[in-house]
């Protein structure tokens, strides 16, 4: 799970720089436990396909699950929820970075590649996303079809989670506007 730790504090901090874009500063920002997570996911979908490989939903962010709140990588939810972030702070209502250095020299540089050229592809098919509310991202990510299929396997077995076959998000139609 380690492994998803530093990918996925790179990636907050890149959600940092791309909400300084939007609003000009990150000191009062939105970017809750819930809007990353959310974000999180539409970085790790977009610009694949059935045929992509060697992508961050192949390699890295590759535990998606449907759950009430949408497409959520479960790994990352761990790792939030058992307070093993060291160089970022996440909680209900926003993030902090706390060591940007030790963030840039732990992170993998292909992933971190990866992660640039999603963030940037994102921005480009809609760079007001950093701007919707975390229930509005979860309103869109809840039009995917992978999430309605998944979510109402899981709870006709009575559950609110179960896995998604990441070929299902690969191959399924994007949606990135509400």
């Keep these: 799970m380690n492994k998803k730790a530093n990918p996925f504090e790179y990636t907050v901090y890149q959600l940092h720089n791309w909400y ?9 920002n939105d ?38 709140y949408g497409h959520v990588e479960s790994d990352v939810y761990s790792l939030i929820k058992n307070k093993q972030l060291q160089n970022v702070s996440l909680d209900t209502s926003e993030s902090t970075i706390i060591n940007s250095s030790l963030i840039l020299s732990l992170v993998n540089q292909v992933v971190a590649e990866k992660i640039n050229q999603s963030i940037k592809l994102l921005k480009e098919v809609n760079f007001d996303l950093i701007k919707l509310s975390s229930f509005e991202l979860v309103e869109l990510s809840h039009r995917w079809y992978s999430w309605q299929k998944n979510f109402k396997i899981a709870k006709s077995k009575g559950y609110f989670s179960t896995p998604i076959p990441k070929e299902e998000i690969k191959g399924e139609i994007k949606i990135y506007q509400l």
């Excluded at 610009?47 to 449907?66: E, P, Q, R, W, Y």
Aim: aromatic share 10%; charged share 25%.
């Design 31 to 68: 970017l809750s436990i819930l809007k990353v997570l959310k974000l999180l996911f539409f970085i790790s979908a977009v610009g694949v396909d059935k045929n992509s490989h060697d992508t961050l939903i192949d390699d890295v962010f590759d535990n998606f699950c449907a759950m009430p």
């Design 20 to 28: 300084k874009e939007a609003y000009g500063s990150t000191e009062k």
